[in-house]
């Protein structure tokens, strides 16, 4: 694994350094710095100054093998890594600058995934170790960097360790368990990841439980009374002193008709308040950023990380440049810095008074007892002055919303408790009780900043009341209700959950979520993740023939075991070890055990009327076929409820035979097809617009990937395509034809020609 290079690579290292000592004259005293995304060496550079080279290595620079497992069993799991080949270039480039440069720093991300791909770098460097370091920021300000660099160390192994644990954990899951599901369910384009088939049991399950679910019908009683000529509302709550409950009209009406009795008297009996402070939510981590943002913003969950992403690598803000405006968005600690701690209170203090700081500055630790990577901080804004309408100029729209989210959370954070008073009032008429209650902010302390939408507490103002005092009523309005069944997971919902579980980290609840959802086994309706027949099948299987390999104790405990690796208290191999042994017996009892099956769509065809059944295209889009196929060649959406339709007539005639055609809707979409000899056309939509070379109709059109695009309907015959849109408009420059670009801020007018500049930029309002 991560393991020391050999004295005799330095010997052979230091020899080729002295043949390229003449070259590297001009970079000879400088340092040279590797990041993982070029957006955040423009940042870094502006810090650092002239005397470091900042260079990027995209990401991650070496992989296992394509195809393989990539790690021997047999020899305590000791991995095999490989140049990803796409960056044998970018690695040529990084030795170049490393035999250049003096020294050299790995500033790869601040959490285990970083550790690891630092230590990838330092493996294909043909440098002396003793010229490489790792140093970590979580902020990319002046002051998080500067101490990165004097602070620089050696790698941590141990981290790396983990990460290559849980890479070889997934590898293995990935590629046991997925080739029994090809053979099984005969479709070569399912996978079984370790952690998402987690998160698709949980869809899973929550979709039977709505299934299963049967309403209970209750009824409401609430009352409308009248003092000093003002409205006031009391919901009916009690009978004989104890908790009530209306489950039928037939008791709400005879309730009704006694509570309307002229003779029955409405006595205030009871009168209570209370003061009691809120507290503001602690500064966000992943999950609750990501949760917030999904429920206040409708940002999905990779939306909201790749946006947070841009922000914490550096925005360019005029004449201050490149600029860090958040810290590492991929955290689980709630901690925040002294320094930032020390700014929000001057900050608060100055903007909203004293009175607006608590006395004891605000402190936060992790509710219960699940690791915490405490070394990061909290997610929050760099520079608290920098407030979000003062940089709004320089952010996207998408931008501004969530960087202003951020920072209303953590400057909330810091300040005072609101001070609520709750009065609570009970009337009694007979035996009944009715209840009024209300919420009066009497100091809104943090509240004036941001309020958490999970806090759905009203308030308003009541009455003065005295006990003894008669209520005049003036009606009351009785309501059927049903109750509901547990909401399906949302992509917030879902990360809340798994986070509750202890089952992944930070950084993986994203590729999680897409996923399931790119694989086809969730689909996304009104923001909510139900899943597919696919998805359905694939869960059943694994749940009973691989339980415990997708039991939430087991995986919420191995990611604790990587846990305890990165710390140096368990051994990564032994660890391995322990799961392989009995993880292969499984594999080989499901390969043995699990009956070949042909997922049912529960549908029929609407041609011949046989089982339609879930099929997959050669480039992995699943679709409903007709299980009489060949003799019957109906195609279908996935989630198609269009079973039942007729086909209808078209008056175009088959090109090949002249035979009538018919429309039908197949998996890509709309099409005809001839009666006779079976020839299928795609219905192609128009858009307007004559094709520039052969002046013929410009349709559009569809990749095998799903992508939109643009090209000529008398294809083969002219081969003019366009992923933007041609629009009716010739360059002004060229006279070639324009296209437009829509983008959320502007549309833009561009010459289809590539070889002239020409662009026009209209504004949205």
């Not at 060649?633 to 078209?650: G, I």
């Amino acid at each position: 694994m991560a393991t020391k290079k050999t004295t005799k690579k330095d010997e052979i290292i230091e020899e080729k350094n002295t043949k390229t000592e003449s070259k590297s004259s001009k970079n000879a005293e400088k340092i040279l710095v590797i990041v993982e995304s070029p957006a955040k060496t423009k940042t870094i550079r502006k810090i650092l100054g002239n005397d470091y080279v900042i260079e990027a290595s995209y990401g991650h620079i070496r992989d296992f093998p394509a195809k393989v497992l990539g790690f021997d069993v047999t020899d305590n799991f000791k991995p095999t890594f490989e140049v990803i080949p796409e960056k044998k270039q970018v690695v040529k480039k990084l030795n170049d600058l490393a035999h250049e440069c003096s020294k050299i720093y790995l500033a790869s991300d601040p959490d285990r995934e970083g550790e690891a791909i630092a230590w990838h770098v330092k493996e294909v460097l043909d440098v002396p170790d003793s010229k490489i370091f790792r140093i970590e920021f979580n902020e990319i300000t002046p002051r998080a960097i500067t101490n990165a660099v004097k602070n620089f160390r050696n790698i941590d192994e141990q981290k790396v360790h983990a990460q290559q644990t849980r890479q070889i954990l997934d590898r293995l899951v990935g590629y046991k368990i997925s080739p029994v599901l090809w053979e099984k369910l005969r479709n070569n384009h399912l996978s079984a990841g370790r952690v998402q088939s987690v998160a698709l049991k949980m869809i899973c399950e929550r979709e039977k439980q709505i299934e299963a679910f049967i309403p209970q019908e209750y009824w409401t009683i609430f009352a409308d009374f009248e003092k000093d000529k003002k409205l006031y509302l009391a919901e009916l709550v009690k009978y004989n002193g104890k908790k009530i409950e209306i489950k039928s009209e037939d008791e709400s009406n005879k309730i009704i008709e006694e509570l309307t009795d002229a003779k029955m008297i409405y006595v205030v009996n009871k009168i209570s308040k209370k003061q009691t402070t809120k507290r503001p939510q602690p500064p966000f981590i992943t999950s609750t950023l990501q949760r917030e943002a999904s429920n206040r913003l409708s940002y999905g969950v990779s939306k909201t990380m790749q946006i947070a992403q841009k922000l914490y690598e550096g925005i360019d803000i005029g004449k201050e440049g490149p600029t860090g405006l958040i810290t590492y968005m991929r955290t689980d600690s709630v901690r925040i810095s002294d320094e930032a701690r020390e700014a929000a209170k001057q900050y608060i203090i100055n903007k909203y008074g004293e009175k607006y700081y608590p006395d004891e500055p605000n402190i936060y630790s992790k509710s219960g007892n699940k690791q915490v990577q405490d070394a990061h901080e909290a997610i929050r804004p760099t520079y608290i002055d920098k407030t979000p309408d003062s940089i709004k100029g320089y952010l996207s729209n998408e931008q501004y919303r969530l960087y202003k989210l951020i920072w209303e959370r953590f400057t909330a954070s810091q300040s005072t408790n609101a001070i609520v008073e709750n009065t609570s009032i009970e009337i009694v008429a007979n035996k009944y009780t009715l209840r009024v209650s209300a919420s009066k902010l009497m100091f809104d302390g943090f509240m004036k900043v941001y309020t958490d939408t999970e806090d759905t507490e009203e308030y308003s103002e009541l009455p003065e009341f005295k006990e003894g005092e008669v209520q005049t009523l003036k009606k009351l309005h009785p309501k059927q209700h049903f109750t509901q069944p547990p909401a399906r997971y949302s992509e917030a919902s879902l990360v809340k959950a798994l986070e509750e579980y202890g089952i992944g980290r930070p950084s993986t609840y994203a590729p999680i979520i897409s996923k399931i959802q790119t694989k086809g086994y969730v689909e996304k309706l009104e923001k909510t993740l139900k899943p597919t027949i696919l998805g359905a099948t694939v869960s059943k299987q694994l749940e009973k023939y691989f339980k415990e390999i997708v039991d939430y104790e087991f995986t919420a405990s191995m990611e604790a075991k990587l846990d305890e690796i990165a710390e140096n208290k368990l051994v990564w191999n032994e660890v391995l070890k322990e799961f392989y042994e009995p993880f292969v017996e499984i594999v080989n009892s499901a390969r043995e055990n699990m009956e070949k099956i042909v997922i049912d769509s529960g549908k029929r065809c609407p041609n011949c009327g046989k089982p339609l059944i879930v099929r997959t295209s050669r480039w992995g889009t699943q679709f409903l076929g007709c299980s009489g196929y060949p003799e019957c060649k109906t195609m279908l959406p996935l989630n198609s409820d269009d079973t039942n339709v007729e086909e209808k007539a078209v008056e175009e005639k088959c090109e090949k035979c002249g035979g009538d055609m018919v429309a039908k809707n197949g998996p890509y979409g709309p099409y005809i097809e001839c009666l006779s000899c079976k020839n299928r056309k795609s219905i192609q939509k128009t858009i307007g617009v004559k094709c520039p070379k052969c002046n013929g109709e410009i349709v559009v059109k569809k990749s095998k990937k799903g992508r939109i695009f643009y090209g000529c309907k008398s294809y083969p015959n002219c081969d003019f395509v366009s992923w933007d849109e041609p629009i009716n408009e010739k360059c002004p420059e060229c006279g070639s034809i324009l296209v437009k670009r829509v983008t959320k801020k502007s549309e833009k007018h561009l010459c289809s020609n590539k070889e002239c500049s020409y662009m026009k930029e209209i504004k949205n309002d």
